[in-house]
C-alpha cells in the first residue's frame, strides 16, 4: 500500500529556518517525481517544489528560489524540503504528493494522484 508520512512541521520565528520530511512506503520514491505543496485555510492548494524522477531536475516557485532545497535520500525513501529564511505568513499544511498524471503543471495540485496527511507549519514572532 502506498503511503506518504511527513513530517518536521512546526511554529518557527521570521528568518529561521525548518527541514520538512516526507517518508514513503510500499513504491520506489526515486522512480518518481515528487512535489511539496502548502495550502493556507481558505485558499487553494499551491505548489512550492518539484524534483523530477532521480533527482534530474528540480523547480521551485519563485518566494522559494534561493531560500528553500529539495533533496531525496534513496536509501531511507525520503525526500526533504530545506526552508531557510522563513517570512511571516499565514500558518499553511505543507504536504507532498507524488506521481504525476495527466499533463499538468508541476505546481497544479490536480497534477498527483497520491498525497500525504500534511504537516503544519506557522512563521511567526
Known amino acids: 500500500q502506498l503511503q506518504l508520512v511527513e513530517s518536521g512541521g512546526g511554529l518557527v520565528q521570521p528568518g529561521g529556518s525548518l527541514r520538512l520530511s516526507c517518508a514513503a512506503s510500499?513504491?520506489?520514491?526515486?522512480?518518481?517525481?515528487a512535489a511539496w505543496f502548502r495550502q493556507a485555510p481558505g485558499k487553494e492548494r499551491e505548489g512550492v517544489s518539484y524534483m523530477s524522477p532521480r533527482s534530474i531536475a528540480t523547480n521551485y516557485v519563485g518566494s522559494g528560489k534561493g531560500r528553500f532545497t529539495m533533496s531525496r535520500d534513496n536509501a531511507k525513501n525520503t525526500v526533504y524540503l530545506q526552508m531557510n529564511s522563513l517570512r511571516p505568513a499565514t500558518p499553511a499544511v505543507h504536504y507532498c504528493a507524488v506521481k504525476r498524471r495527466g499533463r499538468y503543471a508541476w505546481y497544479n495540485w490536480n497534477a498527483y494522484e497520491y498525497w500525504g496527511q500534511g504537516t503544519q507549519v506557522t512563521v511567526s514572532s
Open positions: 510500499g513504491f520506489t520514491l526515486n522512480d518518481n517525481g
